[in-house]
């Protein structure tokens, strides 16, 4: 194993897990703590079983657990063939096969109880079943029912599973014992970081700590109380609904830093979900909303914020507006309370500021007095009429308000609020502006490959002085305001860090010659946002002003980012202007107008992302691989040297030691030069050339201190004569992945810019292995780590360290004290299994079908359904289960009977989109019996009726307005029975009893046939698509869900466009006439209309008439 | 007949007479009332009703009132016995929601199907809102923020997951069902 270089050693407790772990004899669930190395024991299981003959299927894997085992597994030696990912787009003759031939596969649970059920797998051949993520299996999940098909066919192989969320075993009664018996397993191993093999491993040294506690400034806290009061408010609320039948006393704010707050809440409420209002559930998710929030406001720079903040308020205005009785009224509600103005207020207030002048002294204080006013005077005819329109939607705005007289002053708070009124006159130029630079920038953008232009500044225009950004960020601002562009404290305190990172590198410079490891300096954020963000900062950064590194640092990136929004919002506040009467016209112009800029900002907003995906491309692909791409990158790095003229590369790292005390042209100069040649390899430092020409007195940036997103070896190449110690890497924490990064980078200074408790033990592991390998014992780890101090944030951390612990010791108490049931003393019988079956369908198939139980039971099941409960049941019952894809119905249980399933909340949804009505219609179009099943859950067989109304709306002093909702669903289900006489109704009280009805309903009827079932309902246009659909694939459920809802795809056409285009990526590039070929003229014309709407752009969107007309097409 | 749920009918005139059903709400539809207590008691007494107002009515109900906690048995034989004899079962909990069901067969007795049909979104906003929020995840205001920011659906639908996550309120899950949905097979 160690032939392999960057294979990382195992740490002594490491090796008790595998060697426990590694009996194929017994079931295993093995609870490790966060950042121990979990994925490390996988692969070391899976590599034991890295043979032909064996097969090993690996459950419930994300994407990147896939990617990162798969790597691990290669770096392991295991090649051939390696790890496999079995998708969904391969079809059930290509997985048949793989699973015949062996080896080590990643499968999703889904897919694998259809291959279970249909046979393709053979279940006696599989070695083993290893499930990740055990914590998110759940009786009647789809992982348990595989692991009962498993062991029903074969008990000699193992079932190992994995979890690192001991906070998931924490909540309800027993759950770790309930775990174990819907995993079939008796053993569990609990790995917590105070375990004594841990501790040993790990305590020997520690990691020198820097905790940097950044108070927030005064507007923050004022922010983070507001959201914390209108948490309070809406938990108020909830707590008055339902004061009666529930006992929310003990829920409060303290709770809500968890991350799990709502779903206490929501877990609490559980009991009577079914019979709550549309107004509580709304609440709820509102919850959630604020909490988030919570998280945004120290994440999130202020101007974006503030723009969030913003849109929601809008969103609440427009819901305010509603009719009662309509179900989005309540939306945002929580703005009603008093503490939500504060909010709005302290998030604006970060922004911008009342000036302190007298209103008559702004009329136009920042007319232009340099070269634009002679420069667009021509274009003032223009720029007047705009302001005419301007004024006339903000007059009409006005008498809306006046209208509505109760709404009055609500309008005028979105008059001023949500769209910040541009003073006269300046918005025009600031339009020219745009234009001018549109003009300007254009000749030289559009002829080259987008890899090749030179990208402008990171999001924001490109304006070429400050003055002028300076100012246009005025002309946006509210009148009278002025900016304020508050910043993140923690971003002068990173650049703060990095500056005496710098310094004491430099004292070491000497000392550290023959020690290993580098000086890369690694920054770990919690998002790619923020890591965009401080990317931003960080270059942008201004140093030549004093103080250094001082709240005004990163003025020129607000700047920028505040117009970027600005923009966002304007667009967004059109949107809800356009709902009102008679604003097309004017609406039209301005956002022509609005969709030039649009393009130019995004041209440019597209630009910094693309060239993060670049990045981040470099960094995905494995270091042993580089050696392919090296030939290509050597020549690029010749050329970039010499391109730099000797000395060139020196003077750039002096200018990084120096911080930019070189001089300003001689640096641009050579980034210039280096911007035309090496384009391919630096799209990063190519930002930096415009950003320098476009204004010179800032320019002051250091060049070098920028994040290089590339891995050492990569960078090697890129620049020979570079050292690649002096980079600042930006990572957004990637889980088990960040173990690789550690190992391949082996930095000397880490940052922690969000405290993240598994990352901090990563750094632990993965300096212990270090020193355990011997290698290099002098490499003095420095972290820092920075928390906004009484904040939300550290709050978080702390309980989420507190709630770790707690979990690890219910676990070894639960462990201690459980009971699981063993049957027929062999561990690995199916413990779920009903007692049954053996004589219902097994003995008789066994006695050669005598009697008249000639056939097996079957239920035909729609592959849609499988994710329910009920097919596992039916299938525990002892009646077998067919997969199928379905057109019809959900289950078939006898050639003349089907069944629609619709549990509570799927039939209320299904009301409210209209599915139902047109499943009904094709159900009772081919069945004799159709029955749709109403399934309740378990001790909540009721529904909501006016009492719970009543009683949620007691103690508040608007009784009439509740009701609506109470009898919605029996109503809409009195229609339904009118309309199809034909439609019988179950009312099951749980999936159990449904199952007891389904077997009842079975008796005497003869079997359904799989075929027939498949073929019915699918039309002539599917027709062709038939003899596809018999082989029962998976589908996207979610792009299948978008696609239904597009307008023009409906109904029959809905799976005639699924087999014709491979993705809705696909179908938003067709041109109008395939469009028109596929769906029909009228719904064609429809579809393509809609997919290529732009909103901004005002175009009119054709509305009732020729709806209508295409609607009345589509009834016929 | 001095029954409790006459009582709590409201809106909707009535008179008694001699038909073989319970109630009988439009021209063409009849109900039958039972109540599982009754039902435990004298379990034969339905079928005789069933038999009496058998093909009289085009579309007939069995309201059934579930006053007993021990409900599955019971109310499993009346599935049973319902399917068998073409009546559709619905199950009330009340005596007020009874009455409730049979005012609102009354009033909806020619209403159409359309509110049970496929709402058309009159507005593009809508439209859009109503796509963009089609997968679980993601809500109205991220529909708003991502076509503020990309337009039409054909321009955000072709971008990559890193600039959705640009997005001001989208995490990663959001990004990740949005660019499952958008770019994935179907």
């Given amino acids: 194993m160690s032939s392999f270089k960057r294979h990382i050693p195992y740490l002594p407790y490491h090796k008790s897990i595998i060697r426990e772990i590694c009996t194929p004899q017994k079931d295993d669930l093995l609870i490790i703590a966060k950042g121990l190395g979990m994925r490390r024991i996988i692969c070391a299981l899976l590599k034991t079983y890295d ?382 502006d745009d234009d001018e630079e549109m003009r300007e920038v254009g000749p030289d953008e559009q002829p080259l490959p987008p890899a090749a232009a030179p990208p402008p500044v990171f999001r924001p225009v490109n304006f070429d002085l ?249 960078f090697d190449t890129d620049f020979g004569l570079l050292d690649p110690e002096d980079t600042v890497i930006i990572r957004p924490y990637g889980g088990e992945d960040d173990d690789i990064l550690l190992n391949e980078l082996r930095p000397r200074f880490v940052v922690c810019y969000e405290p993240n408790l598994a990352f901090i033990r990563r750094l632990e592991v993965s300096d212990r292995v270090r020193v355990y390998k011997n290698c290099n014992p002098g490499l003095a780890l420095r972290v820092y780590q920075m928390v906004y101090a009484n904040s939300f944030e550290e709050d978080r951390f702390l309980s989420s360290m507190q709630r770790e612990d707690d979990a690890f010791k219910k676990l070894i108490d639960d462990r201690s004290s459980m009971v699981i049931p063993i049957y027929n003393n062999n561990p690995r019988a199916p413990m779920r299994d009903n007692v049954t079956r053996s004589k219902t369908t097994y003995s008789s198939r066994n006695a050669g079908g005598g009697g008249d139980a000639a056939e097996e039971a079957r239920i035909i099941v729609d592959i849609r359904e499988m994710g329910a409960l009920l097919p596992s049941l039916i299938d525990a019952a002892g009646i077998k289960v067919i997969p199928a894809t379905l057109t019809v119905g959900d289950y078939v249980i006898s050639p003349k009977m089907c069944i629609e399933r619709k549990s509570l909340p799927d039939l209320e949804g299904s009301f409210a989109n209209g599915r139902l009505h047109t499943q009904c219609e094709s159900m009772t179009a081919h069945y004799e019996i159709c029955i749709l099943l109403i399934e309740f859950e378990e001790d909540r067989f009721s529904l909501r009726t006016k009492e719970d109304s009543k009683r949620e709306s007691m103690g508040q002093n608007k009784p009439k307005e509740e009701t609506w909702d109470a009898f919605l669903l029996q109503s809409k289900l009195v229609l339904l029975t009118l309309h199809f006489p034909k439609l019988r109704i179950i009312w099951s009280s749980s999936p159990y009893e449904s199952v007891r009805i389904l077997s009842d309903l079975k008796l005497n009827h003869d079997e359904p046939d799989e075929l027939t079932a498949i073929i019915k309902g699918s039309t002539s246009a599917s027709a062709s698509a038939a003899g596809m659909a018999l082989i029962p694939e998976m589908e996207n459920t979610a792009a299948v869900e978008m696609l239904r809802t597009i307008p023009g795809v409906q109904g029959h056409a809905l799976k005639y466009v699924m087999s014709k285009v491979e993705s809705i990526g696909e179908l938003v590039e067709l041109s109008e006439k395939e469009l028109r070929e596929m769906l029909g003229e009228e719904q064609g014309k429809k579809a393509h209309h809609f997919i290529h709407f732009d909103g901004r752009r005002g175009d009119k969107w054709e509305t009732e008439e020729r709806y209508a007309h295409g609607l009345g097409i589509e009834l016929d | 007949r001095g029954n409790p749920v006459l009582k709590a009918i409201k809106n909707v005139p009535q008179e008694l007479g001699d038909i073989p059903a319970d109630y009988q709400v439009g021209t063409h539809t009849g109900v039958l009332f039972l109540s599982l207590k009754y039902h435990r008691l004298h379990p034969e007494y339905i079928h005789g009703r069933i038999e009496k107002m058998r ?50 067969f009354k009033q909806f007795e020619h209403k159409s199907a359309d509110t049970l049909k496929e709402k058309v979104h009159q507005t593009y906003h809508d439209q859009l809102q109503h796509v963009l929020t089609s997968g679980k995840k993601v809500n109205k205001t991220d529909a708003v923020n991502l076509a503020s920011q990309f337009g039409s659906f054909a321009s955000m639908s072709a971008k990559s997951p890193q600039i959705l996550a640009g997005v001001k309120g989208l995490g990663k899950a959001k990004v990740d069902t949005l660019h499952d949905a958008f770019s994935k097979p179907f």
């Fill in chain 1, 51 to 432: 043979r032909k003959e064996d097969l090993i299927l690996v459950v419930n894997a994300t994407p990147s657990d896939e990617a990162g085992i798969g790597d691990e597994l290669g770096i392991m030696g295991v090649r051939d063939p390696g790890f496999r990912v079995l998708t969904y787009e391969m079809n059930t003759q290509q997985r048949e096969d793989l699973y015949r031939l062996g080896g080590i596969f990643s499968v999703t649970s889904k897919i694998l109880v259809n291959d279970l059920l249909k046979g393709t797998v053979p279940a006696k051949l599989i070695t083993g079943l290893v499930i990740l993520h055990a914590e998110k299996v759940s009786h009647g999940s789809q992982e348990e029912f595989a692991v009962r098909l498993y062991r029903r066919e074969n008990q000699s192989g193992f079932c190992k599973a994995f979890s690192d969320e001991p906070e998931a075993f924490a909540h309800g009664m027993s759950p770790l014992k309930d775990m174990l018996v819907n995993l079939n397993m008796n053993n569990v191993m609990v790995w917590p970081r105070y375990n004594e093999g841990v501790k040993v491993s790990l305590a020997t040294r520690k990691a020198e700590v820097v905790e940097l506690y950044q108070p927030m400034t005064t507007p923050m806290r004022l922010c983070q109380d507001a959201i914390t009061e209108c948490m309070e408010a809406m938990l108020v609320e909830l707590k008055r609904d339902h004061s009666l039948n529930l006992d929310l006393d003990d829920i409060n704010v303290r709770n809500a830093q968890f991350k799990n707050f709502d779903t206490i809440v929501r877990m609490r409420l559980k009991p009577v979900w079914h019979k709550v209002g549309a107004k509580t559930r709304i609440h709820v998710a509102a919850l959630t909303e604020l909490r988030n929030l919570h998280t945004w406001l120290l994440e999130y720079d202020s101007a974006t914020f503030a723009s969030y903040i913003n849109t929601l308020q809008r969103q609440f205005f427009v819901a305010e507006k509603l009719p009662s009785g309509y179900g989005g009224r309540h939306q945002h509600d929580w703005f009603n309370a008093k503490s939500a103005s504060q909010l709005v207020e302290a998030s604006q207030g970060r922004v911008s500021q009342k000036k302190l002048v007298m209103d008559n002294e702004i009329e136009n204080p920042d007319q232009p007095d340099d070269g634009w006013d002679s420069r667009h005077r021509d274009q003032r005819s223009a720029s007047t009429t705009r302001r005419e329109f301007e004024d006339e939607e903000e007059a009409m705005r006005d008498l809306e308000g006046n209208r509505g007289e109760d709404d009055e002053d609500v309008m005028e708070m979105i008059a001023t609020q949500s769209q910040p009124v541009p003073r006269p006159d300046s918005e025009p130029i600031v339009i020219d």
């Fill in chain 2, 55 to 104: 093909n009289i009515y085009n579309l007939r109900v069995l309201i059934i009132l579930c006053d007993v906690s021990e409900h599955q048995q019971s109310l499993r034989e009346l599935t049973k016995i319902a399917i068998v004899n073409n009546l559709s079962t619905i199950v009330a909990w009340s005596n007020d929601e009874i009455a409730q069901y049979l005012t609102t």
């Fill in chain 1, 466 to 714: 400050d003055e002028n950004l300076e100012k246009s960020v005025k002309s946006r601002m509210k009148k009278g305001h002025e900016p304020v562009l508050e910043e993140l404290p923690k971003w002068a305190l990173l650049a703060k860090i990095l500056k005496e990172i710098e310094d004491t590198m430099a004292r070491m410079q000497t000392s550290r010659a023959n020690e290993p490891g580098t000086n890369i300096v690694l920054v770990m954020v919690s998002s790619d946002r923020t890591a965009l963000q401080l990317r931003q900062y960080l270059t942008t950064m201004n140093t030549t002003e004093e103080p250094l590194f001082g709240p005004k640092a990163g003025r020129r990136m607000m700047e920028t980012l505040f117009l970027s929004n600005w923009q966002h919002e304007k667009v967004g506040a059109h949107f809800g202007t356009t709902l009102m009467p008679g604003g097309g016209d004017e609406v039209t112009k301005r956002g022509e107008m609005e969709q030039k800029k649009m393009d130019d900002r995004r041209m440019q907003n597209g630009r910094p992302y693309y060239k993060r995906r670049r990045m981040r491309g470099g960094m995905m692909a494995p270091g042993i691989r580089s050696k392919d791409i090296d030939a290509s990158e050597k020549e690029a790095a010749m050329k970039a040297a010499s391109a730099f003229g000797g000395g060139g590369d020196e003077e750039n790292v002096e200018m990084q030691w120096a911080l930019a005390e070189s001089s300003v042209s001689h640096a641009s100069q050579s980034l210039m030069a280096s911007a035309e040649i090496i384009e391919e390899e630096d799209l990063n430092r190519l930002s930096q050339g415009p950003a320098k020409l476009s204004d010179a007195d800032a320019a002051a940036v250091d060049a070098w201190l920028k994040e290089r997103g590339i891995f050492p070896e990569d």
